[in-house]
């Protein structure tokens, strides 16, 4: 399909690449993926597998060097897509010297779309006065009035990289709640990058996961569920698995415990179990670590 017949997406990309020096390593290589509109989609990948780059090539704050990327059918960076889009990066660039309704009445210059209610709910959630400085806010208090902004736009698209790290608990579970609000209620794509597995497995419902900039998943989180088996079994039944994607296995005296992408049914006397999202991402993610450690071995 293409075109007009194309499903929207929220991000797609064709052969993207990128990387920071002309002669540098690639951050990201040869990356093709859909992430269909309406999802909250959970950005996984290993510390430096691409994850921000990837954010900041969505958001426009970085060109492509092969390859392409699109948000919401857009050029990312173009007066479209940063009308419709909102990219909340790790260091926040908020004015210090500026109150958080200076910030606001910013957000309401700056934006052709401007929900001030909207954004006043965010920051009032978080017990921020209107009238407080940013430079005397706390990280995480500054996190949500970045988020304020964010979303003050009334983004169809919203970029978060990383958003929750300075964030305690009981906020991360306050912010959660009003991502998942602004995607139930007004159908917001959200991507959310983030290490913090459980955390994700609530919330999003599609998973892309990077390893060593490229694209090792790009897929429906309940698909990934429901195709993903953690078995227990003797050593000796090893060979039953072939056929199947064996993503880790650990053998422990006779005994062999596998999590397998299965393809059909899995013959033997295993005992199965479904594993959870968070299981499944872990073990993918292992695997690319084990992965690099065998090839660097090898080199
Ligand atoms: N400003 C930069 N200049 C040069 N190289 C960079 C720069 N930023 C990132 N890189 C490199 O690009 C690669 C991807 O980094 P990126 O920050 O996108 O990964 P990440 O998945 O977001 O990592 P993390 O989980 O640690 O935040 C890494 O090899 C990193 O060293």
Excluded at 119 to 139: F, K, N, Q, T
Excluded at 177 to 195: C, F, N
Excluded at 204 to 216: A, I, K, N, P, S
Aim: aromatic fraction near 4%; charge should be neutral.
């Amino acid at each position: 399909m293409t075109g007009a017949d194309a499903p929207a997406a929220a991000l797609r990309a064709t052969g993207l690449g990128f990387r920071y020096r002309a002669r540098g390593g690639w951050a990201l290589r040869d990356c093709g993926f859909t992430v269909p509109r309406g999802r909250i989609t959970a950005l996984v990948g290993r510390n430096g597998a691409g994850k921000s780059t990837l954010l900041h090539l969505a958001g426009g704050l970085l060109r492509p060097r092969t390859g392409e990327i699109r948000v919401l059918d857009a050029v990312p960076g173009t007066p479209e897509a940063r009308a419709r889009v909102a990219l909340l990066t790790q260091d926040k660039p908020l004015y210090p010297r500026f109150t958080v309704a200076d910030t606001l009445l910013m957000g309401r210059r700056l934006n052709t779309v401007w929900d001030q209610a909207a954004a006043e709910a965010v920051v009032r959630e978080g017990r921020i006065g209107l009238g407080a400085h940013v430079g005397e806010l706390s990280p995480g208090q500054r996190t949500r009035v970045a988020l304020a902004l964010a979303l003050g736009k009334r983004p169809e698209l919203l970029l978060l990289d990383e958003p929750m790290a300075d964030l305690d608990p009981v906020v991360r579970g306050e912010i959660m709640a009003a991502l998942m609000t602004e995607a139930a209620e007004r159908g917001t794509s959200i991507v959310l990058s983030s290490h913090v597995l459980p955390e994700l497995e609530q919330t999003c419902d599609w998973v892309l996961m990077l390893r060593e900039g490229r694209v090792e998943i790009s897929e429906d989180a309940d698909t990934l569920r429901e195709e993903h088996r953690l078995l227990t079994g003797r050593a000796d039944l090893r060979g039953s698995l072939d056929g199947h994607t064996v993503v880790t296995e650990r053998t422990a005296g006779r005994q062999l415990t596998a999590l397998v992408r299965a393809r059909g049914p899995v013959d033997g006397d295993w005992h199965v179990e479904r594993p959870s999202l968070e299981a499944v991402l872990v073990a993918h993610l292992q695997a690319a670590g084990a992965t690099t450690a065998a090839e660097e071995a090898a080199a």
